[in-house]
T-cell receptor, first 114, second 111 residues
Framework: SAVISQKPSRDICQRGTSLTIQCQVD?????MFWYRQQPGQSLTLIAT?????????ESGFVIDKFPISRPNLTFSTLTVSNMSPEDSSIYLC???????????FGPGTRLTVL | DAKTTQPPSMDCAEGRAANLPCNHS???????VYWYRQIHSQGPQYIIH???NNETNEMASLIITEDRKSSTLILPHATLRDTAVYYC????????????FGSGTRLSIRP
C-alpha cells in the first residue's frame, strides 16, 4: 500500500485567485493521478503525472487551468488557476502500487471558491 | 465512460452479508474487476480485485460469473462503518490504463 498526504486539507478562496495543492507519498511511485470530485458526484480524472515528463490531461481539462508539477518520485502539485465558484470541489491525488495496479488515494483537498 | 452498471443505492442490516452487484457486459479478456469504496469525506479505499477467479481478502469477497459479465462484492458481516459509496471498475492492468469511476452504489447499513 501507500500512505498519501495532501496539503491543504481544505481552503476557501476568492474568485480569480489560484491555489496549489500538494501531494506527498511515503514511497517512490512512477505514476500519480489527480482527480476532481464535484459536490454529490463521482470522481473525474483530471490528469496523469509521470516524473520527468509533461502531465497527460483528460478531455475537458487543460494545462493552463490545472498546471501540474512532478519534480520527483514522491511528490506532485496541482494548481487550480483563476478560480471560479464552479471549481469548488474535492481534489484528490492517487498513486498506483501493488502487483495489479491497485490505486491508493490521498484524503483530498476540499476547495470552496467564493 | 464507465464500463460498469451498479444500482444507485442499497441497504443492509448490520451483521448481515451485504451483496453488491455490478454489471460489466463489455469487459474484455485482459480487463480486471476492481472494487473501491468511499466513506463520506474521505479518499476512495481499494477493497479487492479479480480477473476471473473468485477472490477473498480480509475485507471482502469478490464473485465473478463464469462469463465475466457481472460480479458481486460481498461484505460478510456488515457493520455501520461499512456505510459508503462502492465503486465497481473494470480496467486493463497496464501502465497506460486509467481508472474511470462510475456513479457507484451508496450502501447504507441499518442498525
Amino acid at each position: 500500500s501507500a500512505v498519501i498526504s495532501q496539503k491543504p486539507s481544505r481552503d476557501i478562496c476568492q474568485r480569480g485567485t489560484s491555489l496549489t495543492i500538494q501531494c506527498q507519498v511515503d514511497s517512490q511511485v512512477t505514476m500519480m493521478f489527480w482527480y476532481r470530485q464535484q459536490p454529490g458526484q463521482s470522481l473525474t480524472l483530471i490528469a496523469t503525472a509521470n516524473q520527468g515528463s509533461e502531465a497527460t490531461y483528460e478531455s475537458g481539462f487543460v494545462i493552463d487551468k490545472f498546471p501540474i508539477s512532478r519534480p520527483n518520485l514522491t511528490f506532485s502539485t496541482l494548481t487550480v488557476s483563476n478560480m471560479s465558484p464552479e471549481d469548488s470541489s474535492i481534489y484528490l491525488c492517487s498513486v498506483e502500487k501493488g502487483d495489479h495496479g491497485e490505486q491508493f488515494f490521498g484524503p483530498g483537498t476540499r476547495l470552496t471558491v467564493l | 465512460d464507465a464500463k460498469t452498471t451498479q444500482p444507485p443505492s442499497m441497504d443492509c442490516a448490520e451483521g448481515r452479508a451485504a451483496n453488491l452487484p455490478c454489471n460489466h457486459s463489455t469487459i474484455s479478456g485482459n480487463e480486471y474487476v476492481y472494487w473501491y469504496r468511499q466513506i463520506h469525506s474521505q479518499g476512495p479505499q481499494y477493497i479487492i480485485h479479480g480477473l476471473k477467479n473468485n477472490e477473498t481478502n480480509e475485507m471482502a469477497s469478490l464473485i465473478i460469473t463464469e462469463d465475466r459479465k457481472s460480479s458481486t462484492l460481498i461484505l460478510p458481516h456488515a457493520t455501520l462503518r461499512d456505510t459508503a459509496v462502492y465503486y465497481c471498475i473494470v480496467r486493463e492492468y497496464s501502465s497506460a490504463s486509467k481508472i474511470i469511476f462510475g456513479s457507484g452504489t451508496r450502501l447504507s447499513i441499518r442498525p
